[in-house]
């Protein structure tokens, strides 16, 4: 009994190291690429990038918006916050396209863009013109679809500022708490044939470490600098007060932020939620809040055809 004692000690030593190893080897390589891609994305300014493409293809797609030959793609993360903004914009407005899933570590989906961040709409396929960064994306399409006077409205500018700059990182904060939670966030990859088994592995073992590190190194000091958090908060109960906090006063009794229809808050909030759905965090959310029924009246706004 002893040598089976010892012999059963032996394997879960060995499986521990294996696990230990795995994960520092994945951090270490993840912190490289992560520095890297921190580079690629500031090589190219979203302003800049927006200015070159060339103005006489963005007006003639702008006139077949919602045509279905207007060949709209969407690149994006299915996680990624700002991707689930755009995503929600078009849904809601029936905008089609082509949603193209890029691969998070190696972004070999984006090899003809200069620009490396998400999302990106491309229009006219290959060698067409771009739109990027999700807030450009929707106040540059806006006015095409009859709500630009929402673009002025200062109440809906405080909303969403709200939810890209606080919403969006108690998300990141919450699903990236643990290297398991971490792990769980990439568990959607699977689902895409498009992507390499490899590369799906790869994501995981180094990506997942890599976004640990993002919440708990740089999230974390950002909202605790901004009052948003302190160190003896829990961050689940304070994403819960923040969701809460948005039900109680950007929606109060109304049905949306908009009134009888979903506006540009009610859009970007729930793009931003959207990203995490499928995950612990976003059941726990559901369970824990009084979003729920928004969620739902969302749910069916979205799959609905849209009324400005």
């Known amino acids: 009994?002893?040598?089976?004692?010892?012999?059963?000690?032996?394997?879960?030593?060995?499986?521990?190291?294996?696990?230990?190893?795995?994960?520092?080897?994945?951090?270490?390589?993840?912190?490289?690429?992560?520095?890297?891609?921190?580079?690629?994305?500031k090589a190219v300014a979203a302003e800049d990038f927006n200015a070159a493409q060339p103005k006489d293809r963005l007006q003639a797609a702008f006139k077949s918006l919602k045509s279905p030959d207007g060949r709209i793609e969407l690149f994006r993360y299915t996680t990624c916050p700002y991707c689930g903004k755009a995503k929600a914009f078009l849904d809601y407005f029936r905008i089609p396209y082509e949603a193209i899933e890029v691969e998070p570590m190696f972004k070999?989906?984006?090899?003809?863009?200069?620009?490396?961040?998400l999302p990106q709409l491309r229009f006219g396929g290959e060698g067409g013109a771009w739109l990027v960064d999700s807030d450009h994306i929707v106040n540059t399409l806006a006015?095409?679809?009859?709500?630009?006077?929402?673009?002025?409205?200062?109440?809906?500018?405080?909303?969403?500022?709200?939810?890209?700059?606080?919403?969006?990182?108690?998300?990141?904060?919450?699903?990236?708490?643990?290297?398991?939670?971490?792990?769980?966030?990439?568990?959607?990859?699977?689902?895409?044939?498009?992507?390499?088994?490899?590369?799906?592995?790869?994501?995981?073992?180094?990506?997942?470490?890599?976004?640990?590190?993002?919440?708990?190194k740089k999230t974390y000091p950002t909202l605790v600098k901004a009052g948003e958090l302190k160190d003896s908060d829990d961050w689940r109960s304070v994403f819960h007060q923040q969701v809460n906090h948005f039900v109680d006063e950007a929606l109060k009794t109304q049905q949306f932020h908009g009134g009888r229809h979903p506006d540009l808050v009610d859009l970007d909030v729930y793009g931003v939620l959207q990203s995490i759905r499928g995950h612990d965090v976003y059941r726990d959310m559901v369970a824990n809040t009084r979003i729920g029924p928004w969620l739902e009246k969302m749910d069916a706004a979205v799959a609905q055809p849209a009324s400005a």
Not at 9 to 18: E, G, I, Q
């Open 1 to 41: 009994s002893r040598l089976c004692e010892f012999l059963t000690m032996s394997r879960w030593r060995r499986l521990a190291f294996r696990t230990v190893t795995v994960a520092v080897a994945g951090g270490g390589a993840g912190l490289y690429m992560y520095r890297q891609r921190l580079k690629d994305n």
């Open 143 to 216: 006015p095409l679809l009859g709500i630009e006077k929402q673009l002025r409205d200062p109440e809906i500018e405080r909303w969403r500022n709200w939810a890209r700059e606080s919403l969006v990182r108690h998300v990141t904060l919450n699903i990236n708490r643990t290297l398991l939670s971490a792990w769980e966030g990439y568990r959607y990859i699977d689902s895409f044939d498009t992507i390499p088994l490899a590369n799906k592995l790869f994501l995981k073992v180094v990506g997942a470490p890599v976004m640990y590190m993002v919440a708990t």
């Open 108 to 117: 070999s989906q984006l090899a003809p863009s200069e620009y490396k961040k």
